[in-house]
C-alpha cells in the first residue's frame, strides 16, 4: 500500500496543498497565488498575507484531498512548511498541520522550506543518488548545499546580502516592471542581448561559494540614472537580458566549481528563479559539457508549492523523523536544524 501524504505550503505569499504517494507521485498539487493582492504593493506585505492564508487554507486543502480522491483517513501523515519565511504566513499552515495530525491521530511532519525546494528534485527524478550538490535559488535565499544522504545536508554557500529571486524583483522594480519580478525580466530579456552591456559579476572570481547580488541590482539602478540623465533612451530589453546574464554567470559558476571540489556527480537546480529559462539551459549546457547529471524540477514545481513539502515528507516519514505538536514555527530556521551534520 502507498504512503499517502499531505503537504502544506504557506511560508510566503502562495496557500498550497498537495498529495503525494511515495514521495513520488502527485495526486493532486493545489496552488493558490496571491500574487495579484500584492501586485498593488510592489512586493509581499506580511500582514495580508497571513490573513489571505487563513482565508484560502481550508479550501485549497479540501480541493487537494478531492482531487487526489481520498479523505483525511487515508493520510498516513501530513507534512507542512515550518521555516524559514514569514512567520504569521507560516503559523497558519502549521496550526491546520496540527489540527489534522490531531483529529487524524497522524504523524506530524515538520519540513525546512529550503530543503523542500531540493526534494522537488527528487520528486521530478526518484532515482537521484548522494552524493550531490543543490544549489536553491528563491525570492528569501541563494543556497548551495553538499548532501551526502537524505539527512546529512550541509550549507556550504549562501547570499551576503540580496539572494538572487530578491534581485531580480528589485532590479525589475528599478526598470519600472512591477512585481515578481522574475518573471518579466525573463520575458523582456528574450528581446534583448546580452552583451550589448556589461554588468558586474559579484564574487566570480572569489574562492567562496558565497554569493552577494545588491552590488549588481545598485549597477542597474546606476546605469538607468546615467542614461536617464544623459538623455539617452534606455534599452530596458537589453538591460534585462544583461541582468540575466551576470546573475546566471555566478549562479553557475559557483555550483559547477562545487560539484568539482567536492568531486560529485549530480546537481540539483531549484527554487523559484529555477524557472528562469535561460538559467536552466546555461545549466543543461554545462551539465553536458562536465558529464555530470543534472535535475531541475518543470517550473511549476520550481517555484513555491506543496508537493515538494509532501515528498520532502516522506523521506522524514521512512525514518520516524516526526514532530511533537508543540513544535512552533521559526522565521529564520537554519537549513541544518533537523539533521546532525
Ligand atoms: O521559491 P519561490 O517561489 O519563493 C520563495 O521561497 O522565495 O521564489 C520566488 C522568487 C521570486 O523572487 C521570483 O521573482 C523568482 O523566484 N522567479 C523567477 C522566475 N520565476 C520566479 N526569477 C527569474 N526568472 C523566472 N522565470
Ligand atoms: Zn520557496
Known amino acids: 500500500m502507498s504512503v499517502l501524504i499531505l503537504g502544506i505550503e504557506t511560508s510566503c505569499d502562495e496557500t498550497a496543498a498537495a498529495v503525494v504517494a511515495d514521495g513520488r507521485e502527485i495526486l493532486a498539487n493545489i496552488v493558490a497565488s496571491q500574487v495579484e493582492v500584492h501586485r498593488h504593493f510592489g512586493g509581499v506585505v506580511p500582514e495580508v498575507a497571513s490573513r489571505r492564508h487563513i482565508e484560502a487554507l481550508n479550501p485549497v486543502i479540501a480541493t487537494a484531498l478531492s482531487e487526489a480522491g481520498i479523505s483525511f483517513s487515508d493520510l498516513a501523515a501530513v507534512a507542512v512548511t515550518h521555516g524559514p519565511g514569514l512567520l504569521g504566513s507560516l503559523l497558519v499552515g502549521l496550526m491546520a498541520a496540527k489540527s489534522i495530525a490531531f483529529a ?67 532590479a525589475a522594480r528599478a526598470m519600472g516592471l512591477g512585481y515578481p519580478g ?18 558586474p559579476r559579484p564574487m566570480l572570481e572569489e574562492q567562496s561559494y558565497d554569493t552577494s547580488f545588491s552590488g549588481l541590482k545598485t549597477a542597474v539602478v546606476n546605469h538607468l540614472h546615467r542614461e536617464r540623465q544623459k538623455g539617452n533612451p534606455v534599452n530596458l530589453a537589453d538591460l534585462a537580458a544583461a541582468f540575466q546574464a551576470a546573475v546566471t554567470e555566478v549562479l553557475v559558476t559557483k555550483a559547477f566549481a562545487a560539484a568539482a571540489d567536492f568531486k560529485v556527480k549530480t546537481i540539483l537546480l531549484a527554487g523559484g528563479v529555477a ?24 517550473p511549476a514545481l520550481c517555484t513555491d508549492n506543496a508537493a515538494m513539502v509532501a515528498a520532502a515528507g516522506y523521506y ?23 539533521f546532525a551534520v
Not at 528534485?121 to 550531490?132: M, S
Not at 529564520?332 to 533537523?338: G, H, V
Open 104 to 170: 487524524c491521530n497522524i504523524p506530524l511532519i515538520t519540513v525546512h522550506h529550503i530543503l523542500a525546494h531540493v526534494y522537488a528534485c527528487f520528486l521530478t527524478a526518484p532515482d537521484t543518488t548522494f552524493p550531490l550538490i543543490a544549489l536553491v535559488v528563491s525570492g528569501g535565499h541563494t543556497d548551495l548545499i553538499y548532501a551526502t544522504s537524505h539527512s546529512e545536508f550541509r550549507l556550504i554557500g549562501q547570499t551576503r546580502d540580496d539572494a538572487a529571486g530578491e534581485a531580480f524583483d528589485k
Open 275 to 298: 524557472a528562469n529559462g535561460y538559467l536552466r539551459e546555461r545549466f543543461r549546457e554545462e551539465a553536458s559539457r562536465r558529464h555530470l547529471r543534472l535535475v531541475i524540477p518543470p
Open 316 to 338: 522524514h516519514f521512512l525514518r520516524g523523523d516526526f514532530a511533537p505538536l508543540t513544535v512552533n514555527a521559526v522565521a529564520n530556521l537554519p537549513l541544518t536544524a533537523d
Open 182 to 199: 522574475g518573471p518579466a525580466i525573463e520575458r523582456l530579456a528574450r528581446e534583448g542581448a546580452p552583451t550589448a552591456l556589461y554588468l
